[in-house]
């Protein structure tokens, strides 16, 4: 094919949603069928179980209620790799959504937190008990940091 009919093939695939594969022996077309509802099943993302959001440069998760009217049967959360930065967004992610059971958030730069972070706070009502995984790969964190969390971490594995 010339570039004209690279083009040509490519919008004659996308107007009638035909695939030409090469095929020992030739040309063989193969017609797409369902693709209208793959489409749709894919734009509903508030019904989707597993939500991917990789290098979206996500900094802020909206008021109180964004993250639950949005996504509310989310069940497995990515979140790696954008600009999330408090222990607090963490703690809101776990509440708004009570079918979570796996979170990343990979290479996000969360604040340091001391000792005081949970002071005038009820920890038996941030433990996360929906949460099987949680993953904190390349966050700067260390030992001291994952003591301080440690008593809302008794479901994590």
Known sequence: FNEEEKQNEREREKQNLIVTTNKEGGMKQIEVKGIDKAYAWRANVGKSK?????????SELGPP????????????LYLDKNFLYSWDQFFQITAELSNLRVLVL???RFRRIDK???DGKIIDQMVPLHLNELVLIDMNLDW?????????F???E
């Open 106 to 108: 990979t290479g996000n």
């Open 116 to 118: 005081t972070y949970f």
């Open 144 to 152: 001291s940091q994952i003591d301080i969390l440690s008593p809302t």
């Open 65 to 76: 209620g964004t993250i639950q009217s949005l996504i509310p049967t989310c069940m497995n």
């Open 154 to 156: 008794h479901y994590v």
């Open 50 to 58: 597993d939500i991917t959001l990789q290098f979206q440069k996500i």
